[in-house]
T-cell receptor
Framework: GAVVSQHPSRVICKSGTSVKIECRSLDFQATTMFWYRQFPKQSLMLMAT?????????EQGVEKDKFLINHASLTLSTLTVTSAHPEDSSFYICSARVSGSSTDTQYFGPGTRLTVL | DAKTTQPTSMDCAEGRAANLPCNHS???????VYWYRQIHSQGPQYIIHGLKNNETNEMASLIITEDRKSSTLILPHATLRDTAVYYCIVRPQNTGTASKLTFGTGTRLQVTL
């Protein structure tokens, strides 16, 4: 199947700092990528849909100025958590959709665990 | 998106078939059934999907009832590495950015010796 990578896999930062997470589709082009957040013992919650070359679409309740998404190329999307606070500590997961194929399937990255002190 | 209902948890002995049910009684004609699983502290892994015909790949088989109101994911010979949360999701295909995945609570499958 298609491979999606994320970097870093784990990050610890101080409160008030910003953290950037990268999501790459390694062997396919993805015009659409998705960003999810998962708190302990909970399911994945979609944060935003990222489209290459255009602004991201955020889900209700997700602050677009706090979670900056950039999808500058067909293989890379970034999520920047600005002015992070302890409540932003979570498992952030991206996915990429294989566009132009018959399956239209989403493939997920391994996730990034963010801890804000 | 149509909602799905899955049992909260299931146990399966290693080497036996694991049959994970999913109810999707309000599924629309253009909606596919997708299955993903999430092993602890990892991203979800795509397993299989189907529309109305039964499907099989190297990981699993998907059996969809004729009325499409329910389906069963079958892992033919479960191993300890199959211990994970399994998500059944219905969504339309190829409908642009609106075609997003909505995760429910899934079924926690525990494979035991």
């Amino acid at each position: 199947g298609a491979v999606v990578s994320q970097h870093p896999s784990r990050v610890i930062c101080k409160s008030g700092t910003s953290v950037k997470i990268e999501c790459r589709s390694l062997d396919f082009q993805a015009t659409t990528m998705f960003w999810y957040r998962q708190f302990p013992k909970q399911s994945l919650m979609l944060m935003a849909t990222s489209n290459e070359g255009s602004k991201a679409t955020y889900e209700q309740g997700v602050e677009k100025d706090k979670f900056l998404i950039n999808h500058a190329s067909l293989t890379l999307s970034t999520l920047t958590v600005t002015s992070a606070h302890p409540e932003d500590s979570s498992f952030y997961i991206c996915s990429a959709r294989v566009s132009g194929s018959s399956t239209d399937t989403q493939y997920f990255g391994p996730g990034t665990r963010l801890t804000v002190l | 998106d149509a909602k799905t209902t899955q049992p909260t948890s299931m146990d399966c002995a290693e080497g036996r078939a694991a049959n994970l049910p999913c109810n999707h009684s309000t599924i629309s004609g253009n909606e596919y059934v997708y299955w993903y699983r999430q092993i602890h502290s990892q991203g979800p892994q795509y397993i299989i999907h189907g529309l109305k015909n039964n499907e099989t790949n190297e990981m699993a088989s998907l059996i969809i009832t004729e009325d499409r109101k329910s389906s069963t994911l079958i892992l033919p010979h479960a191993t300890l590495r199959d211990t994970a949360v399994y998500y059944c999701i219905v969504r339309p295909q190829n409908t642009g950015t609106a075609s997003k995945l909505t995760f429910g609570t899934g079924t926690r499958l525990q494979v035991t010796l």
